[in-house]
């Protein structure tokens, strides 16, 4: 079977025992931020296919542009393409106040206006911040924090263990070892698991902000 048959095949598969979990989601569209439509399904189809580390950076970057929209829309309120001067003054000024802010920043204002509650800012401003921070960095002492220090496991003779085998015996136990979790391997492992734990808890949290954000808006 060709790459591209075993592909297909894995991801129908990933398809098959994901979509269910999903489909609120996708059958969902934003209508006064519906121009980030678009984000909100990458960081789906990333869940939908297992991609998990990848759908923390997708939702991440679907956060910080959520943020910076929620204030852009907000500031040109009631402003439409019809008389567009004025519109484009407006925006390009909103513009320039808020595009390059970073995340902190913009969870703050977004609480001064009233788009965001108390608790979202409080875990926006520090589960959240400290989710995208460490993988942006690919930071996996962070990434990893709540895992234990050693990662324990049994070390093997792999000719002892094949004669073993070959002649029916019990597999011989050398030796129990501890290795550290900031080895390479020991800590990628740990932060597959521990993306695979995080990706739709964050994902599901940051849209339920979103949708309240775009609520809001529309008062």
Known sequence: MSNKENLKNHFSERIDQNFDELKKYYNHNLIEMCEINSLKMEALNCLLFGLYTASITSTSHLLERTMKMALIKFETKGLTYSDFEKYNKA????????????LPKTVSLAKSK??????????????????????????????????????????????????????????????????????????????????????????????????????????
Request: hydrophobic letters at 40%; aromatic letters at 12%; glycine letters at 2%.
């Open 114 to 219: 009233g788009l965001i509650s108390s608790a979202q800012f409080q875990y926006l401003n520090e589960k959240a911040k400290s989710l995208r921070d460490a993988y942006s960095h690919a930071q996996t002492s962070v990434i990893n924090k709540d895992l234990p220090q050693f990662f324990s496991g049994f070390l093997f003779n792999f000719s002892e263990v094949q004669n073993n085998l070959i002649n029916n015996e019990d597999v011989k136990i050398t030796r129990i070892i501890d290795i550290a979790k900031t080895s390479p391997a020991i800590a990628q492992l740990q932060q597959d698991s521990s993306s695979k734990t995080n990706a739709l808890v964050f994902f599901e949290n940051v849209y339920k902000i979103l949708c309240d954000i775009e609520f809001k808006l529309k008062e």
């Open 91 to 102: 925006v390009n000024h909103v513009h320039s106040q808020f595009d390059h802010l970073k």
